[in-house]
């Protein structure tokens, strides 16, 4: 299974961002299916969560301005991101951890400018 991010790019304080996220093959046991971001230099962290059940998480930086969504269908993740701030830019990458392991896509950058 190979998970492949889009949608990344620059965009002013204020603006909108919409990441999408398509996984190549079937993914079976999977626990949850997230979003981190990394600042150069700092630890990876995560940003949204949301399991096969439905069950979502944010932290707390994102909440009210972020949503993550997936479409079984497509297998995609997304994560649609509001009211964006100089503070989350970051390189963002998707990831599904299961049972066999922990997926992981390249990242893509996203830059908000103030």
């Known amino acids: 299974v190979q998970l492949q991010a889009s949608g990344g790019g620059l965009v002013q304080a204020g603006g909108s961002l919409r990441l999408s996220c398509a996984a190549s093959g079937k993914l079976v046991g999977v626990w949850s299916m997230n979003w981190f971001r990394q600042v150069s230099g700092e630890q990876r962290e995560r940003v949204a969560q949301?399991?096969?059940?439905?069950?979502?998480n944010y932290a707390d930086s994102v909440k009210g301005r972020f949503t993550i969504s997936r479409d079984s269908a497509k297998n995609t993740i997304n994560l649609q991101m509001n009211s964006l701030k100089p503070e989350d830019t970051a390189v963002y990458y998707c990831n599904v951890a299961a049972k066999v392991g922990a997926y992981w896509g390249p990242g893509t950058q996203v830059t908000v400018s103030s």
């Open positions: 949301i399991t096969p059940g439905g069950l979502i």
